[in-house]
Structure formats: C-alpha cells, structure tokens
C-alpha cells in the first residue's frame, strides 16, 4: 500500500497569506497525485488532478507541482473561503489512498 | 448539471446489511468508472471501492473485501453498495464519486454523502 503523509498537520495563516502544502509518498507514484478541499459538513471537491492540473472551476490562485514522491499544493494568497482541510490522494497503485490531511485554519 | 445523490444509510447493527444507492445524472453514467470513498467521523477519507464503466473491472480495499460488493445498473444511472457483516468501524459518511476521465483519473464530482452508524 502507498502511504501519504502530509504536512504540516495544521497550518495557521491570515487571508492574503501564501499557503504552502506538502504531500510525501511512500513508492513513486509518478504524477498519479490528486489534491481535494473540503470545508465541515460538505463532501471534498477536487482542486488538482495529475499532480499539477487544476480542475474545472478551481481558481488560479490554487497549484500544484511535483512528481515521484514529493508534491506541493500552493495557495497564492488565501482567500476567507480557503480555510478548510486539504487532502492528497494516489492513483498510481493499489489501493487508492489517501493522505491524513492538513487543516489550513485562521490565525 | 453533474448530480449525484447517495441514500440507503441508517443504523444498522453489528453483523447487520445495509445496501447503498447513488443516482447520478448530467453525464452519461455509461462511460465512467465509479467509487465509493466513506469518512468516520472526525476522520479523514478512505476510498473503499472501484467499478468500472462496465462492470467489467471491480477493486476493494482490504478491510472491505469479501464483506462489500459494488455493482451498477448503467440504464438506471446508479450505482450500488451492497454491505454485510458490518462492524462498529464501518461506522462513515459514505460518498459516491465519479473519476475524471473514462475508468481512471482522479475523484471530479462527489455527492453529499449518506451516513451508516453501525451499533447495537
């Protein structure tokens, strides 16, 4: 099984502020990296598929980069509705996986 | 507009079945591979299950298999989960999600979620 860990457990930060977040697979899992959002109470919604493309709707301000093993969602300058908990997800084996996740909270 | 709508959850025992339902419409059902991801509460997500556009293709994660059986009528749009000899830690919010492209990709649209509590 890969194993996702992500980092850091919970970031605290001020709107406006660079959001740096940081997903690490156990194997290569090539560019088979997805991130997702999701705010309490609601399902996760899909920002980044294939370790870098931004899904249909997500503003520009979110990106995501890397490959094999160390991957980065970055979020430019954070918005009030940024705040939410990030999780990054594998396709390249079985099972799929996820990782435990990062709260991006107000500081 | 892509919808997507879980239900079937409910309390349920332990060593009880339950059977979940998710409806879609706004794409054609047909060409997509399906999954069911579930969340324990205050917990983060685990994908559970895979199924391929056309049945042809099913994966489970290990904790699940031999216990849950996925399976989808395409002329209905919907897909299913069939749950047995269930046990406390299935205890989830249940989501269905469709990947992005064909049988393969990432999770695009999700629905609200259906919660199973498994308890005496």
């Known amino acids: 099984e890969i194993v996702l860990t992500q980092s850091p457990a919970t970031l605290s930060l001020s709107p406006g502020e660079r959001a740096t977040l940081s997903c690490r697979a156990s194997?290569?899992?090539?560019?088979?990296l997805g991130w997702y959002q999701q705010k309490p109470g609601q399902a996760p919604r899909l920002l980044i598929y294939?370790?870098?493309n931004r899904a249909t709707g997500i503003p520009a301000r979110f990106s995501g980069s890397g490959s094999g093993t160390d991957f980065t969602l970055t979020i430019s300058s954070l918005e009030p509705e940024d705040f939410a908990f990030y999780y990054c997800?594998?396709?390249?084996?079985?099972?799929?996986?996820f990782g435990g996740g990062t709260k991006v909270g107000i500081k | 507009e892509v919808q997507v709508a879980e239900s079937g959850g409910g309390l349920v025992q332990p060593g009880g079945s339950l059977r979940l339902s998710c409806v879609v419409s706004?794409?054609?059902?047909?060409?997509?591979?399906m999954n069911w991801v579930r969340q324990a509460p205050g917990k983060g997500l685990e994908w559970i299950s895979l199924?391929?556009?056309?049945?042809?293709?099913?994966y489970y994660t290990d904790s699940v298999k031999g216990r849950f059986t996925v399976s989808r009528d395409n002329a209905k749009n919907s897909l299913y989960l069939q749950m047995n000899s269930l046990r406390a830690e299935d205890t989830a919010v249940y989501y269905c999600?469709?990947?992005?492209?064909?049988?393969?990709?990432?999770?695009?649209?999700w629905g609200q979620g259906t919660l199973v509590t498994v308890s005496s």
């Open positions: 706004g794409f054609t059902f047909s060409s997509y591979g």
């Open positions: 294939d370790a870098s």
């Open positions: 194997q290569s899992v090539s560019d088979y």
């Open positions: 199924i391929s556009s056309s049945s042809s293709a099913t």
């Open positions: 997800q594998q396709r390249a084996g079985w099972p799929l996986t």
């Open positions: 999600a469709r990947l992005n492209y064909g049988d393969y990709g990432h999770f695009e649209y």
